[in-house]
């Protein structure tokens, strides 16, 4: 991940302690977000891969909030729009494609549904279509963190503003500040929750207003910028390490595509709409900041964004080329002890 061929220096800007290798590095994981779900689409298309859901407006929100995320300590606890967090935290592309196409060497062994992703070698917590589902599931690993005595280790969760609609997003949030749990709920509010906008599900516009009810800190930051969601979430991070308690952050983005490939957005909102708010896309907005601050020449540019197609390329040929699953396989990995009950 070099920086050389750098542009002079403009005026300094508040990066948060962050060194020019670690901008280029969220950049990077903004970009690959942003391609492979791109080929997610594209492979969707051709008849590839039977689905594939769309972060995109998400990557400053991910890219940033993985930058504070301690490898080997703390534990993600992701949700299914969540690929440039998993990204960012260690997931490689060729292990997101053997996902995509359900391939035999793919973590769950070919069984999970597209974007599904699960490491216990990064962890990343297995993730749930289930709105709302992976909250308890994150407020118990805290718990059990905090009953352990496992200090300078925390979890963080993420969901959408829809999955604050749900029982499990309060109950989780009640738990984890009654027994001030090491974890910090990161909502990803893009405005839509799936056809349903956000002021149709509810009156207050900050999801973040709500942590006050639950006695735990609320912050709101502009997840378009992917530094200003680091030093939330770090903050965030570093204080339930600690033993401050939870927090939840609110990231405000916006979701440009569709739901997944199988929405049709056209039907609930304009293309006047989508294309207006595309001033506010954190890839071209952060890329321009880093060639005007000086971290990358526009040369140095076009050279990463050669760098992440060509590995996404080769990911993509890599995982495709792999076997799928052996249809005896069907029934490993759900009994005990290769018990058959049909039998």
């Not at 929100?61 to 998993?86: C, H, M, N, T, W």
């Not at 039907?267 to 005007?292: A, C, G, I, K, M």
Request: net charge negative.
């Amino acid at each position: 991940m070099a920086t050389k061929g750098k542009a002079p220096a403009k005026a300094p800007f508040e990066r948060h302690g962050l060194t020019d290798e670690q901008l280029v590095e969220i950049l990077r994981i903004m970009l690959m977000h942003r391609t492979l779900e791109a080929r997610g689409f594209q492979l969707n298309r051709q008849g590839k891969i039977p689905f594939a859901s769309a972060g995109e407006g998400h990557e400053g929100v991910q890219a940033g909030a993985a930058l504070a995320f301690k490898r080997g300590s703390d534990v993600l606890v992701p949700y299914y729009r969540d690929l440039g967090l998993d990204l960012g935290i260690g997931l490689t592309p060729y292990e997101v494609l053997l996902s995509l196409f359900a391939r035999k060497a793919d973590h769950s062994g070919g069984r999970q549904f597209p974007h599904h992703y699960a490491s216990k070698r990064l962890g990343l917590h297995s993730i749930s279509s289930v709105l709302a589902a992976q909250v308890p599931h994150a407020v118990g690993a805290a718990y059990a963190m905090k009953y352990r005595n496992e200090s300078g280790r925390a979890v963080l969760v993420t969901f959408g503003e829809g999955s604050t609609s749900e029982g499990e997003w309060h109950e989780g949030m009640n738990f984890a500040a009654v027994h001030k749990l090491p974890i910090v709920f990161l909502c990803e509010n893009n405005e839509w929750a799936i056809s349903t906008p956000a002021d149709k599900q509810m009156a207050n516009p900050n999801v973040a207003d709500r942590a006050v009810g639950y006695g735990m800190p609320g912050v709101v930051v502009n997840g378009f910028d992917p530094i200003a969601v680091y030093a939330a979430v770090k903050e965030a991070m570093e204080r339930a390490r600690s033993g401050g308690g939870p927090t939840l952050v609110e990231a405000k983005c916006y979701r440009f595509l569709a739901h997944t490939t199988d929405d049709d957005d056209r039907t609930y909102r304009s293309r006047e709409e989508v294309e207006r708010r595309r001033q506010d896309d954190p890839v071209p907005n952060f890329e321009r900041l880093l060639v005007e601050q000086g971290v990358l020449s526009p040369e140095g540019l076009e050279s990463l964004k050669r760098s992440v197609l060509a590995e996404a390329n080769d990911a993509t040929d890599r995982a495709e080329a792999m076997p799928y699953p052996a249809p005896e396989d069907l029934y490993t990995h759900v009994y005990a002890d290769s018990y058959q009950p049909w039998r």
